[in-house]
C-alpha cells in the first residue's frame, strides 16, 4: 500500500488508513532518511490509537513506553544511536518485541536480524519539503 501525504493536516487520515493495513501485526519498522517524518508519523498513529501520554522521540532512552485510553501498552523505539547490538541486548529487546505489545521501530535497518520475522515495513520517501510518500509493507 502505498499513501501520498501532501502536508500534516493528511496525517490523521494515512495513520487511519495504516493502522487499517497492518491489523493486529505488533512490530512495525520504520525507514527513511532523517527528516523524513519517522517520529511525526509514529505520534500520528499513537493519536490515532487514544495514547494518553506525551508522544516524544527516544532516542536518549532507547524505548518509551505509551499507554492508551485502553490501558494497552505501545513501545516506540529509536535505534539511531546505538553503536552496537550488544546496546539492544543489554536493555532486554526480546521482552518488548515478543510482549504482544505494538512495537514501533525506528533505525530498524541497525537490528534487523533481532526483529522476528513478521513485522510490518513503512518507508517514508521525501518528495519536497512537505509531501511524503509512505509505503507499508
Known sequence: M?????NLSELPNAAKQIL????ERKIIA???NMGAGKTTLITEL?????VVDTISSP????VNEYHTQNDEIIFHFDFYRIEKQEEVY???YEEYFYSENLCLIE???LIENLLPEDYITIKIEIIDNDSRLITVE
Request: net charge negative; hydrophobic share 35%; charged share 25%.
Open 2 to 6: 502505498q499513501i501520498k501525504v501532501s
Open 20 to 23: 487499517e493495513e497492518i491489523k
Open 30 to 32: 520504520f525507514y527513511g
Open 46 to 50: 499513537c493519536r490515532a490509537l487514544n
Open 59 to 62: 532516542t536518549f532512552s532507547l
Open 90 to 92: 543489554d536493555f532486554g
Open 107 to 109: 533505525w530498524p535497518e
